[in-house]
């Protein structure tokens, strides 16, 4: 089993995180190893490791994303902060960037990287392959998997981005509670329970955001942060 938290501290190599990324991610990609090389410049930055078992119960240091892209699990694959370790924060920023926190402090860095500035770092074609296969949806097998070539070897350069590349800045945010643990109600309409916090009354008895009706449900998808009707 790879030791995950051993390549993390330095021992290993990025290529080693990647290939963790990907049995996380799916596939390899530029933005998915981006997400891992801003990580290792934002930890390196800030001096700190990724999270252990007693760090991630204690929500010892914070990741803030500013989008839901790839680069996104290079980042919770790399820290150990995740959204269900409610170590992850997602800013609907549509920026790829990175901001890296110490909770006892509340200092951090933020890593920013410039997508037009990454360019040069591209296989001649992968682009254009890249908007036939993903962004319109076509393409032939074989050209999918020329892209998945060309993308792998984007991403290889992507692990080792010189430090100029990236925009590094200081920064102290505004304190941001832990995750509070709430109790839940039993919804009067499916019989689910729900965290009280979603239950929305009616006449004096709970229910769940789907059996009251009339609200759009509050969703990230492929977008950012929307409404959703939800009927299942």
């Given amino acids: 089993m790879l030791d995950l938290n051993r390549l993390v501290g330095g021992e290993g190599d990025a290529e080693g995180i990647l290939k963790y990324a990907r049995e996380f991610h799916g596939h390899v990609c530029p933005y998915l190893a981006l997400g891992i090389r801003a990580s290792l410049v934002a930890m390196k930055e800030l001096g700190v490791g990724r999270l252990d078992h007693s760090g991630s119960v204690d929500e010892s240091i914070l990741a803030i994303v500013e989008t839901n892209s790839c680069f996104t699990d290079g980042v919770q694959v790399t820290t150990g902060c995740t959204l269900g370790n409610n170590s992850l924060i997602y800013l609907d920023l549509g920026k790829t960037a990175l901001t890296l926190v110490k909770r006892s402090t509340w200092e951090g860095v933020r890593v920013y990287a410039d997508a037009e500035r990454l360019t040069k770092y591209y296989p001649p074609g992968a682009k254009e392959l890249f908007n036939k296969v993903v962004r319109e949806r076509k393409g032939t097998p074989e050209e999918r998997k020329r892209l998945?070539?060309?993308?792998?070897?984007?991403?290889?350069?992507?692990?080792?981005?010189?430090?100029?590349?990236?925009?590094?800045?200081?920064?102290?945010?505004?304190?941001?509670?832990?995750?509070?643990?709430?109790?839940?109600?039993?919804?009067?309409?499916?019989?689910?329970?729900?965290?009280?916090?979603?239950?929305?009354?009616?006449?004096?008895?709970?229910?769940?955001?789907?059996?009251?009706?009339?609200?759009?449900?509050?969703?990230?998808v492929g977008r950012g942060i929307t409404k959703l009707e939800w009927r299942v």
């Fill in 148 to 220: 998945w070539e060309l993308w792998k070897e984007a991403a290889l350069k992507m692990l080792y981005l010189p430090r100029s590349e990236f925009k590094i800045e200081r920064v102290r945010v505004p304190p941001i509670e832990q995750a509070p643990i709430f109790d839940s109600v039993r919804c009067s309409g499916c019989g689910e329970l729900v965290m009280e916090t979603r239950a929305v009354y009616i006449d004096g008895k709970p229910y769940c955001l789907r059996c009251a009706g009339g609200e759009k449900i509050p969703a990230v």
